[in-house]
């Protein structure tokens, strides 16, 4: 069993910057493919960053240049740094965890970008 915990959510200015993290408990980290996602009010859920176990990563084109994700297996988190904010970033991000056989998700953290 894993669990999921996203923070480092918030209110930010346009133009400003966060970063998001991602805490796995339980097996199976360092073999998965670590995503983030986010849902903004009456939108469908969007992939935004993905990080494989080898630390390849991929990017949506609204955050390619913009955002990067990284991980720290030796402490099971997921990173996604967020630069560039703009109101059209605010959303509840979503760490999810793929093992290939089993997906996880985390309970979302609220990003607010203040125009």
């Known amino acids: 069993q894993v669990q999921l915990v996203e923070s480092g959510g918030g209110l930010v200015q346009a133009g400003g910057s966060l970063r998001l993290s991602c805490a796995a408990s339980?097996?199976?980290?360092?073999?998965?493919?670590m995503n983030w996602y986010r849902q903004a009010p009456g939108k469908q859920r969007e992939l935004v960053a993905s990080?494989?176990?080898?630390?390849?990563?991929a990017y949506a084109d609204s955050a390619n240049g913009r955002f990067t994700i990284s991980r720290d297996n030796a402490k099971n988190t997921v990173y996604l740094q967020m630069n560039s904010l703009g109101p059209e970033d605010t959303a509840v991000y979503y760490c999810?965890?793929?093992?290939?056989?089993?997906?996880?998700w985390g309970q979302g953290t609220q990003v607010t970008v203040s125009s």
């Open positions: 990080i494989s176990p080898a630390g390849n990563t």
């Open positions: 339980g097996s199976g980290f360092r073999f998965a493919d």
């Open positions: 999810r965890f793929f093992g290939g056989v089993r997906v996880y």
